[in-house]
């Protein structure tokens, strides 16, 4: 069973950083794509970043280009996103969401993490 | 960049059928993806490549796509359908969503 967990979520303050980590389970990490994505409280789903199945690609939101960082761990089966120069509209739930057939849709989604940039 | 417009809110008798539109330039020529969201939990795939339904989706939920909408449908809708819906395709190198559409059940 293909089962994706979020954690590392918290209150951090404006301009500091946070890394979250996706834990994999189920399936062969190394083969998907995986990404990112985020809904701030009450609000819409917004793409954030994609990493390829071997983690030499990589692509990012404009909104979080240059700031965030994704990354991932294949012999751990585990997706990072390292947050840096966080802002107030960063606000949001954080899902890990996996691409099992290439197709830039996702079967699996975690369950999220909350972050919440507040002073 | 490239914008998916959904209505805000579609509503539904219990038992009717509920379209709910995603618009987009020439949509029809992409594949388009749906999700449902229910509250406090994480989007479900629904629909993929326009009329895939993933396993354990009921046959009720159907997609469609051309021109510049793309279309999903709910027949026989249930209280259970309640939630919001997402359209989503890959545009301009990136993940594109919909603003969503919250259905509700009468």
């Known amino acids: 069973q293909v089962q994706l967990g979020e954690s590392g979520g918290g209150v951090v303050q404006p301009g500091r950083s946070l890394r979250l980590s996706c834990a994999a389970s189920g399936f062969t990490f190394s083969g998907y794509v995986i990404h990112w994505v985020r809904q701030a409280p009450g609000k819409g789903l917004e793409w954030v970043a994609v990493i390829w199945f071997d983690g030499s690609n990589k692509d990012y939101a404009d909104s979080v280009k240059g700031r965030f960082t994704v990354s991932k761990d294949n012999s751990k089966n585990t997706l990072y996103l390292d947050m840096n120069s966080l802002r107030a509209e960063d606000t949001a739930v954080y899902y890990c969401?996996?691409?099992?057939?290439?197709?830039?849709?996702?079967?699996?989604w975690g369950q999220g993490t909350l972050v919440t940039v507040s002073s | 960049s490239y914008d998916l417009t959904q209505p805000l809110s579609v509503s539904v008798a219990l038992g009717q059928t509920a379209t709910i539109t995603c618009g987009g330039d020439n949509i029809g020529s992409k594949n388009v993806h749906w999700y449902q969201q229910k509250p406090g939990q994480a989007p479900v795939l629904v629909i993929y490549?326009?009329?895939n339904r993933p396993s354990g989706i009921p046959e009720r939920i159907s997609g469609s796509n051309s021109g510049n909408t793309a279309t999903l449908s709910i027949t026989r809708a249930q209280a259970g359908d309640e939630a919001a819906y997402y359209c989503?395709?890959?545009?301009?190198?990136?993940?594109?969503f919909g603003g969503g559409t919250k259905l509700t059940v009468l």
């Open positions: 969401a996996a691409d099992s057939n290439g197709w830039n849709y996702f079967d699996y």
């Open positions: 490549r326009d009329n």
């Open positions: 989503q395709v890959w545009a301009t190198s990136s993940v594109i």
